[in-house]
């Protein structure tokens, strides 16, 4: 019997290549998982959808935060109907609750809009009400992704800063490969992190080890980070379709090869990933978000 790609890709991914296993006893609390790119058009929007689609399938309660807070998009690839966004909770006019939406699966969307300032631009009133608007999903969900913008922007930046783990999502391209290894460059300097995770979109796994080696080899030469190979999602004639009918792909073909990757991306996301909080060794994502400004 013929195997599909996918069955290989996943077993091609589970050896050395998973995030390393964690202590199934320890506490569990919510993740914050921020999904980013060097450069913009490598797909980032895409997956983040498809993964909040996948880890709702699990079972999974999931919050997705439009912070593309230039290019707000989200809602329109989800054709969901916007009447408030994350400027009215900013602004304090509306709380956060009121302008959630629901999108496939059962998974909830925080909605942004485009030309909101920058992070660094919002006076202390306006963090505040976002610190607070976000202290209220603490015990809501087991997953907050955050799609942010692509590049190196201040609000870019402290998203990605915030989260508990940082997925760079890149393709074979050498612009986006050294967009990505500038984006990691700069989260490591100013604000130490030590350890990403590598999505390779429109790739098969041999690209994708290739992509990651090349990475891998710049960052042990320059900067004391380690990288880790999260999984690649293959090239899908459906993904433009995907988009023109505003409907995710893993609803619109939900048997593809891309679909089923990116069900094992969050499968193994799901297993691997530490999701206790130590608060001894490290602040939560609500005080890393109110601590915004004195970056």
Not at 127 to 133: E, H
Not at 196 to 213: G, P
Request: hydrophobic share 40%.
């Amino acid at each position: 019997m013929k195997r599909d790609q996918a069955s290989t890709l996943r077993e091609r991914f589970s050896s050395n290549n998973s995030i390393p296993s964690q202590d199934q006893n320890q506490e569990v609390g919510v993740r914050t998982l921020s999904i980013t790119s060097g450069k913009g058009g490598v797909g980032k929007t895409n997956i983040v959808i498809n993964l909040a689609i996948q880890l709702s399938k699990m079972g999974k309660r999931v919050f997705l935060i439009d912070a593309d807070l230039g290019l707000a998009n989200i809602d329109i690839m989800l054709n969901l109907t916007t009447r408030y966004t994350i400027d009215d909770v900013l602004l304090g006019k509306q709380n956060i609750n009121d302008i959630i939406l629901e999108g496939p699966s059962g998974f909830h969307v925080l909605p942004a809009s485009s030309g909101i300032s920058e992070m660094q631009e919002l006076t202390a009133e306006q963090q505040m009400n976002m610190l607070k608007a976000l202290s209220q999903l603490k015990t809501k969900y087991d997953y907050i992704l955050i799609d942010t913008g692509a590049g190196i922007a201040s609000n870019v930046l402290r998203f990605n800063a915030a989260a508990d783990e940082i997925f760079v999502v890149t393709n074979t391209e050498p612009t986006s490969m050294t967009d990505a290894y500038a984006l990691m460059k700069v989260m490591s300097t100013r604000y130490q992190v030590r350890k990403f995770n590598l999505i390779v979109n429109q790739s098969n796994i041999k690209e994708a080890k290739t992509v990651y080696n090349r990475l891998v080899a710049v960052l042990n030469q320059f900067l004391p980070v380690s990288l880790n190979l999260s999984g690649c999602i293959p090239r899908d004639l459906m993904f433009p379709e995907a988009v023109k009918r505003q409907t995710p792909l893993s609803i619109l073909a939900p048997n593809s090869t891309a679909v089923k990757m990116l069900s094992e991306l969050a499968h193994n996301i799901d297993r691997n990933l530490d999701r206790s909080i130590h608060e001894e060794e490290k602040m939560s994502f609500w005080e890393r978000v109110s601590n915004w400004k004195r970056k």
